[in-house]
């Protein structure tokens, strides 16, 4: 399940902060002899941890300062994840034809920005609800285009049997932010004030800043002849290319399937812990913690087992052990010790296999994908992926309500097991110890 944002503790960013060390640590070396990805590692962490503070520090803002009501907050967040859908297959058409370097400099300046305004008129008593919602659509747009330009940066900058090695260092360091971050973002809220905590995220911004813009190595783009296409025409192509390649046409069907049922077993889950269980908040949100650790094993774990065992049998295997461990959950009965515990092991275990697929899956779009596709790739799977995400929510409220928590939850968690067959009966299943070459757009996918 996704880890409780506002439930970490600030042991829990202590806990994360070695973890991570440790994770980056059992890298292999070479990779960090590389300084232009220490360079872009150091700023994209930095980065996920302004991201990651700021989902906790707004709402907060608007709680403690302006006093929003829970519909405001509701209202708050929705226009934050917005622009996920609006805004990523133009993200992808863009990005292809930019250097990433420049779009990941310029977003995170533009957050910066967007998140010290918020704290300088807050501190002035001169921000309203609406200007928040302005701030959190800025914040949440510019990271959309961060997190597409990320991932194809990252092929332009490693070389190519470096690419789960690199993905796993970069995915490792966003599980650690996940954890900590929604943790020091709440510590920075109830020790200092909102207006400091969002002034504290603008300084990670720019942090980031700092470090990507010092990347030496020379990045070219892909030739292009002519007068450039239209946007609309570059995001038709890179639609043409994902569902025309049999590998990543199930990536972005094993991923919608995967959340849209994911969205209906949080939406249950939530209900069903407290409700059903009699869990305390305190017990809730530790068991959903325990998702952080297990997705920085898995980030670990990414950058090995595919070499040995092959990428086809990680990713099904993982996606099997994943989404079939909360399976159990619905057999669990009462609040005690044991029922806590068990909730541990299956978030943990949750995030292990999560984390496994992400970072395979990630490195295998890389390989398959050519330079000039690569952001309009990554931005149709997360368009296609996230898309039915809304409607899985309406469907776990439905079940929650008319067939009962246990059963409704039941229900949603075998929709899951829809992920991993759709990947068991592709060309991924027989991917192997080597990544997979690139196809060339508009052509056929490899099976």
């Known amino acids: 399940m996704p880890s409780a944002s506002s439930a970490s503790s ?28 220490r360079r872009l590692w150091a700023g994209q ?10 989902l906790v520090v707004l709402p907060l803002f608007a709680v403690l300062t302006l006093d929003a009501g829970a519909g405001q907050l509701g209202v708050l967040r929705a226009v934050g994840q917005t622009p996920a859908l609006l805004l990523s297959l133009v993200a992808g ?15 995170d300046a533009g957050r910066a920005l967007a998140l010290g305004a918020a ?42 049997d470096q690419l789960v090695r690199s993905n796993s260092a970069l995915e490792g360091s966003r599980s650690a932010a996940q954890i900590g971050g929604p943790a ?21 911004f720019a942090c980031s800043v700092l470090s990507v813009r010092r990347i030496r190595r020379a990045e ?24 025309g390649d049999a590998r990543l046409r199930t990536v972005c069907l094993a991923s919608a399937a995967f959340q849209f049922s994911l969205a209906a077993v949080t939406t249950v889950y939530l209900l069903f812990l407290p409700r059903e269980l009699h869990l305390s908040g305190t017990a809730v949100g530790l068991t959903l913690a325990a998702t952080g650790p297990g997705a920085l094993l898995g980030s670990v774990l990414a950058a090995r087992l595919p070499r040995r065992f092959g990428h086809g049998a990680v ?16 057999a669990l009965h009462g609040s005690s010790a044991v029922t806590v515990s068990a909730l541990l092991a299956v978030n943990f275990v949750f995030g292990v296999g999560g984390q496994l697929v992400n970072v395979t899956v990630m490195a295998v779009r890389q390989a398959v994908t050519p330079d000039g596709m690569q952001g309009r790739a990554a931005a149709t799977i997360t368009f296609v992926g996230l898309g039915p995400a809304p409607l899985g929510s309406l469907l776990g409220g439905y079940l929650a309500q008319e067939w009962g928590l246990r059963t409704g939850l039941l229900v949603a968690a075998t929709g899951m097991m829809l992920s991993p067959v759709l990947m068991a009966v592709s060309p991924l299943a027989r991917l192997g110890r080597a990544l997979p070459v690139a196809s060339r757009p508009g052509g056929k996918g490899e099976g």
Do not use: K
């Open 220 to 243: 070219s783009l892909p030739a292009s002849s002519g007068r450039p296409p239209r946007v609309w025409r570059r995001i038709h192509e890179g639609l043409r290319f994902v569902f």
């Open 315 to 330: 990713l099904v295997s993982a996606a099997v052990v994943a989404d079939g461990v909360l399976l159990c959950v619905p």
């Open 119 to 160: 704290a300088l008129f807050g501190l002035l008593g001169l921000l309203g609800l609406p200007a928040l919602y302005l701030v959190a659509f800025t914040v949440g747009a510019l990271s959309v285009f961060f997190d597409v330009a990320y991932q194809a940066s990252l092929v332009r900058l490693v070389e190519r």
């Open 45 to 54: 962490t930095a980065s996920q941890l302004g991201e990651h503070t700021s």
């Open 93 to 107: 058409a863009w990005v292809d034809r930019w250097r990433t370097r420049t779009v990941l400099v310029l977003t």
């Open 184 to 204: 020091l973002g709440g510590a920075l809220v109830s020790l200092l004030s909102a207006q400091i905590a969002a002034a504290c995220g603008a300084l990670f």
């Open 10 to 37: 600030a042991s829990s960013a202590s806990s994360a902060h070695s973890a991570a060390s440790d994770f980056r640590r059992r890298v292999p070396p070479g990779l960090w002899r590389d300084g232009d990805f």
